[in-house]
């Protein structure tokens, strides 16, 4: 056994040495196929600064037409969402070449929604973290970004009703929309005494997630709320009695040590995210749309708004309600369903309602999430 080791061994090292060489001239092959799509995208930037005005560089609608393509047409044995992501990261490089994107998300760095932000622009996008969601709406508004990335529902917590309330004064549309799927972690630092934790922070939302892993295993430590999950990563970094629930970001960006994996208590736990800018976006084939309405609050005033979807075959996605900052008992509805505002049935469906509401706002008809 032992004498046909080295025979083993020198078969192996052939076999990876040849393989190492195939993957050789694959690679180059991929690079100059790379370049040259990248000598397309800047030539693309040529035709749209030609067309003058504000040339818009950033296209949300093309982008889920090609990661849609990507995905569908792989044929293994990289899943279609490691394929899509390889296409994402290229479509970011030649957007970057064409003009690099600006995007302000809910910050500090680390936190899931910089995640968002990555998964949905690649990492050649400019991202700037900003302190809240009224900041992102403001930094967007203003056009120090091109773009803004904010929470809006989770799974297991609900509706981030500050991001809704920021519609009800802003006129940025949606252009598109992130799904992550949220995984807390315990971590420490180096100087923590995993035997000792009196205190562990998070977000609320946070917090509230992992609420049965906590009652379970550190029932009597103390929970404290603060602004952000990398915010309790941060704080965790000088104290040896406390512990923070954050994503892998967080734990990478202030070097803390995973305790305890995965510790969310619904495994299918995610969060989705919007991405606000200024323009519309035009269908891409597959797209949902966003409305804010408001309705006087009458009896059958939620059917009358409802039904027109329903006679048009409108699939709503989501109903949520929110009492209208003007008083009045008025209350505003945040409706999405699947369609773009510009296809037949959409369109009949959107005027019935604006006949029946008090106001109809559309908020943005945007490619629905691909990756
Ligand atoms: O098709 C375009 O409009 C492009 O600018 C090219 C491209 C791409 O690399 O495929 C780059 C950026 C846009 O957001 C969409 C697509």
């Known amino acids: 056994m032992s004498q046909d080791m080295p025979e083993k061994t020198a078969d192996a090292e052939a076999r990876l040495s040849g393989l190492r060489e195939r993957i050789d001239g694959i690679d180059a092959k991929i690079a100059a196929l790379i370049s040259a799509r990248a000598e397309c995208a800047l030539e693309v930037a040529e035709v749209k600064k030609a067309t003058g ?12 037409q090609v990661l849609r393509r990507a995905m569908e047409r792989n044929a293994g044995p990289l899943t279609d969402e490691e394929m899509a992501r390889l296409f994402r990261e290229i479509m970011s490089a030649c957007l970057a070449l064409e003009e690099p ?27 700037r973290p900003l302190a809240a969601i009224d900041e992102v709406f403001r930094e967007v508004e203003a056009g120090a970004v091109s773009y803004g990335v904010v929470p809006v529902e989770n799974s297991t917590e609900g509706v981030i009703n500050h991001t809704l309330d920021n519609f009800m004064h802003s ?20 100087i923590t005494r995993a035997d000792a934790i009196t205190r562990i922070y998070s977000h609320a939302q ?14 009597n430590v103390e929970r404290v709320a603060v602004a952000s999950n990398a915010e309790a990563a941060k704080r965790v970094k000088g104290e040896w009695n406390s512990a923070a629930i954050a994503g892998d970001m967080a734990a990478e960006l202030y070097g803390l040590k995973v305790l305890a994996e995965k510790i969310e208590d619904r495994p299918d736990n995610s969060t989705r995210f919007l991405i606000i800018g200024p323009e519309q976006v035009p269908a891409s084939g597959d797209d949902k749309t966003s409305l804010m309405v408001s309705m006087r609050n009458e009896p059958g005033a939620l059917h009358d708004l409802l039904a027109p979807f329903q006679e048009h075959g409108i ?8 009492p209208s900052q003007s008083g009045n008992w008025t209350y505003v509805f945040f409706i999405d369903f699947v369609g773009h505002r510009d296809s037949g049935n959409v369109a009949a469906a959107l005027k019935e309602v604006g006949a029946r509401a008090a106001d109809l706002k559309v908020l943005g008809s945007y490619p629905r999430g691909v990756l």
């Not at 560089?57 to 093309?62: A, D, L, N, V």
């Open 53 to 64: 005005g504000d040339a818009l560089y950033y296209r949300p609608e093309r982008e889920a």
């Open 171 to 190: 006129n940025l549309h949606i252009c598109g929309e992130v799904e992550l799927r949220i995984h807390h972690h315990l971590m420490i630092s180096d």
């Open 101 to 127: 994107v600006k995007v302000a998300y809910l910050g500090p760095e680390g936190t899931f929604t910089q995640q968002a932000a990555l998964k949905h622009f690649g990492h050649s996008a400019e991202s």
């Open 206 to 219: 946070s917090l509230a997630q992992c609420r049965k892993w906590l009652d379970a295993h550190y029932p």
């Open 315 to 322: 699939d709503l996605t989501r109903v949520e309600t929110r």
